[in-house]
């Protein structure tokens, strides 16, 4: 696949609000020079992301408060995630190269395969069925990737005017729980939702005892992007200008 230039953003922790404010001014970006960015990103504090259209009531915002989690809106769809030992990843590329389908595809692919090759035996889900709910890992979709049944990793995309912002998160412990106790359910609905996420989710270290280091993982994913992408690639943090451009944009996902 030809592109004109690739861009890999090194591993690195931010808040909420900023993760959410780096992926959106990549993503709105019309420069016809830079072709696609993948990074690679952590999250401190912990956090909890909701869908761009999802009602925030259903968060328990003064309880997450006061215990250090953050919440955040996406600039994408889909449902709310806790964020905290998880490798987090984002794809932002034009729509002159591929369309959405193929991107979310084609993503999931070159993770699965990196996990593949770290002794993980997942593969990409078939099933064109989406089920709402209010919580990532208990969705179904297209090309997830998944291990024995159950969904790995949570994606959302969002289609801008030039380019499609596609990010993830991949678990590698299964704290998915413990946002139950962040939403407005009573005992019984949490019970309920509890035993649908281990029966649809799974994290890496329910696979097996001793899990990669994040880096490890990295390292494959962009040696399959290598094999991928025919173009130039090179690595780049943000410079200080981006930065600054950042910082005026994480308001845009504070949740009122």
């Known amino acids: 696949m030809k592109i004109n230039s690739l861009r890999i953003i090194p591993y690195d922790v931010k808040t909420g609000l900023q993760n959410m404010a780096i992926d959106h001014y990549f993503a709105k970006k019309e420069s016809k020079?830079?072709?696609?960015?993948?990074?690679?990103?952590?999250?401190?504090?912990?956090?909890?992301?909701?869908g761009y259209h999802q009602d925030i009531s259903i968060v328990k915002r003064d309880y997450a408060s006061s215990r250090n989690i953050d919440i955040v809106r996406r600039p994408t769809g889909g449902s709310a995630?806790?964020?905290?030992?998880?490798?987090?990843?984002?794809?932002i590329i034009s729509k002159t190269i591929l369309d959405h389908r193929k991107i979310y595809s084609l993503v999931h692919k070159i993770i699965a395969e990196a996990l593949n090759r770290l002794g993980f035996d997942v593969y990409l889900e078939n099933s064109q069925i989406v089920k709402r709910t209010d919580i990532c890992y208990n969705r179904a979709a297209e090309s997830e990737i998944k291990y024995n049944g159950k969904k790995l990793v949570g994606s959302a995309q969002r289609i801008y005017p030039v380019n499609i912002l596609q990010h993830g998160s991949i678990l590698f412990s299964n704290e998915q729980t413990k946002l139950l106790h962040y939403?407005?359910?009573?005992?019984?609905?949490?019970?309920?939702?509890?035993?649908?996420?281990?029966?649809?989710?799974?994290?890496?270290?329910?696979?097996?005892?001793?899990?990669?280091?994040?880096?490890?993982?990295?390292?494959?994913?962009?040696?399959?992007?290598?094999n991928y992408f025919n173009g130039f690639i090179y690595f780049q943090y943000l410079t200080d200008a981006e930065k600054a451009a950042v910082g005026n944009l994480e308001t845009l996902f504070f949740v009122k």
Do not use: M
Request: with cysteine; net charge negative; hydrophobic share 35%.
């Open 33 to 50: 020079e830079l072709s696609a960015v993948f990074r690679f990103y952590g999250w401190a504090p912990c956090c909890i992301s909701i």
């Open 81 to 91: 995630v806790y964020h905290c030992n998880e490798l987090t990843y984002s794809v």
């Open 183 to 226: 939403l407005k359910y009573d005992e019984e609905e949490i019970g309920e939702y509890k035993n649908q996420l281990k029966n649809k989710s799974i994290a890496l270290n329910d696979i097996i005892e001793s899990v990669p280091q994040k880096s490890a993982l990295i390292d494959k994913i962009i040696e399959n992007i290598e």
